[in-house]
T-cell receptor, first 112, second 108 residues
């Protein structure tokens, strides 16, 4: 069965650079959630989209922005990267057809 | 927002032992999932269980929604069961709130 796809899987950036993380949902899933998991922490909700509109917002820094496109994939844009942004970033998808959230494999971002 | 508490925070077992992990949550939910995070960081979905009982091999889970808790049972533990187990809850197909996790170490 198709799963959630995230790219890239690993990313290394320097401080103050920008990064773009991509998420491709399972077919027919119309909702995307982004989570950030710092070292030794549990995943924290950042932002979500339903039918290409922002549906909820969590502890997402102003330096980050995200959007969902017409094909339902989503991108998380991160600017002015800081050392503390080093984390695992998960995308999860779901929607009206399921209450379960399906998590992608994550993108491991390292900021040097 | 919803508070999620997991216990114990750490658990060390000998291979072959059984264990019970607990997740308490502070409000009514319609989405509860148990995950195993492997050493590579991947979140492996174990159960979607907002209520009732489910079993999958050596693992089973029970959620008592009216009392706002869920239990994950691991029987005949193996070294490959080691890792962090997360409980995540949500409402109305919204965001998930994770507990702090239980770190399980199974020794050979």
């Amino acid at each position: 069965a198709a799963g959630v796809i995230q790219s890239p899987r690993h990313l290394i950036k320097e401080k103050r650079e920008t990064a773009t993380l991509k998420c491709y949902p399972i077919p027919r899933h119309d909702t995307v959630y982004w989570y950030q998991q710092g070292p030794g922490q549990d995943p924290q909700f950042l932002i979500s989209f339903y039918e290409k509109m922002q549906s909820d917002k969590g502890s997402i820094p102003d330096r980050f922005s995200a959007q969902q496109f017409s094909d339902y994939h989503s991108e998380l844009n991160m600017s002015s990267l800081e050392l503390g942004d080093s984390a695992l970033y998960f995308c999860a998808t779901g929607g009206r057809i399921t209450d379960t959230q399906y998590f992608g494999p994550g993108t491991r971002l390292t900021v040097l | 927002g919803i508070q999620v508490e997991q216990s114990p925070p750490d658990l060390i077992l000998q291979e072959g032992a059984n264990s019970t992990l607990r997740c308490n949550f502070s409000d009514s939910v319609n989405n509860l999932q148990w995950f195993h995070q492997n050493p590579w960081g991947q979140l492996i979905n174990l159960f979607y269980i907002p209520s009732g009982t489910k079993q999958n091999g050596r693992l089973s889970a029970t959620t008592v929604a009216t009392e706002r808790y869920s239990l994950l049972y691991i029987s005949s533990s193996q070294t490959t069961d080691s890792g962090v187990y997360f409980c995540a809850v949500g409402t109305n197909a919204g965001k998930s709130t994770f507990g702090d996790g239980t770190t399980l170490t199974v020794k050979p």
